[in-house]
């Protein structure tokens, strides 16, 4: 491949104490709780909105927060679900999953950026990492005004796909594009008759009427991608539901051309997939596809290596840490890499077998979020240190609250101190952790 000098004179345009860059569920807790403790935050977005998969790439419903007992997002995550209840009146604190309205969560991730004194920038996209011995110097944004740099005490990496560390030299981990969980593009309907629907009984492929109805149409082609694993549509709205529907598989998320192939794969068959549901499912006669998301919902990327990498074992004895910033209890949700029926039938059995009881949970070091070989950055989101099973629960919504809010107090610690986030009391950072309604043991 042909390649070039680039050498070019970059303005530092912002000198905050921390620096997130990633404006996901993980990066706005990191923000939000650094700045709440009086750090100086810069957070930076490459899109036109906060929350990322949550907003952006229109993730429908949201996994358990609750054990059954305990609020295991305490703090941040409770903050912004309080929020929503108090818009919405809809969610009930003992469900394990709760329909996501986009336009509110912007509004709440927004509100309490602003609350916090948080300095928010989209269109931002990271170009670069300028980092030396293992420290981040500056990282470098393209914006339409051109290029500039950040310097930062403390930079936070909530890129999901963990661009910030990799760049700067740290080590990871991905599966084969053969192995990775596929990606989906989410959507929102309207025109639904819903009772209609709950009464029609064919939802996912967890009961007998829906993979019935869509190996029949696999059958006859009306599918043309044959994928067994249908998760199904959530109403979150009096007028609006949304559809966790299709998969593309063998996605490079760190790959321009992968990630275009995969958003016009999945609008062709969204295509489809309105169409079956329209000849097939009660309710759904007159709906249509009125929106999908910005953003391909992309589960796996990079995992960056941490001090620890938090692993299945870890997840099955309910572990406890010593430097513990969090619980979380979701499943192993690994979405088969081939379509299969017997695959699927292996992702429901890992599910199962991964469940916890209540007042079940694994613990989360802090280590986890502390990735080697690169002294003055936190991790935070999918993106941890973590094997393939435990990544496949943590990586969703509450999980990202939880490791985001550790990374902002982690972070806002170490820039008063004037260290680095490997240096600082890790009990003070515990302490200063539950006072704001962290859980953990």
Known sequence: METIRFEKDIPIRYTPDVCVTGAGPGGIAAAVTAARQG???????????????????????????????????????????????????????????????????????????????????????????????????????????????????????????????????????????????????????????????QAGGAFSHNDDKMPELLTAAFKDGSLSTEDHHHTGIFKNSNLTAGGNITHVFGVDATDERSLTRGLVESRRLLREYEYFYRQNISGFANAEIVDSGSLLGVRESRRITGDYTLVLEDFKARRDFPDEIGR????????????????????????????????????????????????????????????????????????????????????????????????IDVQLLRNKLREIGGFFH
């Open 328 to 423: 979380y209890n979701f499943s192993a949700d690994i979405h088969p890499p081939r379509p299969t029926r017997e695959q699927v039938e292996e992702h429901k059995k890992l599910f199962k077998g991964t469940s916890c009881g209540k007042g079940e949970s694994y613990g989360i070091p802090y280590r986890v979020l502390l990735p080697r070989n690169v002294s003055n950055l936190l991790t935070c989101g999918r993106c941890v240190s973590t094997d393939r099973y435990v990544h496949a629960s943590l990586r969703v919504i509450p999980g990202c609250w939880i490791t985001g809010q550790a990374a902002g107090m982690a972070g806002a610690i170490a820039a008063d101190k004037n260290c680095t986030p490997r240096e």
């Open 39 to 197: 750090a100086k935050v810069l957070l930076l977005d490459a899109h036109t909105m906060p929350g990322g998969m949550s907003t952006a790439a229109r993730v429908p419903v949201l996994m358990p927060y609750t054990d059954g007992i305990n609020f295991l997002p305490g703090g941040f995550g409770q903050e912004v679900i309080s929020r929503s209840m108090a818009i919405s009146g809809q969610h009930n604190f003992d469900n394990c999953g709760i329909p996501l309205h986009a336009e509110q969560l912007k509004l709440i991730y927004e509100d309490l950026l602003t609350e916090a004194g948080v300095e928010l920038l989209y269109y931002s996209r990271l170009a670069a990492v300028n980092a030396e011995n293992g420290i981040i110097r500056q990282t470098i944004y393209a914006s339409p005004g051109g290029l500039f740099a950040v310097k930062a005490k403390v930079f936070i990496d909530g890129t999901g796909d963990g661009s910030v560390a990799a760049w700067a030299g740290a080590p990871f981990e991905m599966a084969p594009l053969d192995e990775i969980m596929p990606s989906t593009l989410c959507s929102l309907w309207a025109g639904f008759d819903w009772k209609a629907y």
